[in-house]
């Protein structure tokens, strides 16, 4: 509450990767999915994008 949060192009984009790698995880494990290491490849991915996309 005491720091300004605006809604900027790399704010939103962060929000949008994490929303999707967390729907990715969610998904997985709603199907009964047994996570291994290699199912967060796909998190480490969006992670890097955004950090490439910053740069």
């Known amino acids: 509450m005491l720091t300004p949060w605006s809604p900027s192009p790399p704010v939103l984009l962060g929000a949008g990767l994490t929303l999707l790698a967390g729907g990715y995880t969610y998904l997985l494990v709603r199907?009964?999915?047994?996570?291994?290491?290699?199912?967060?490849?796909?998190?480490?991915?969006?992670?890097?994008?955004?950090?490439?996309?910053?740069?």
């Open 31 to 55: 199907r009964g999915v047994t996570l291994r290491p290699y199912h967060f490849l796909f998190n480490g991915l969006c992670y890097g994008a955004y950090f490439f996309a910053l740069t």
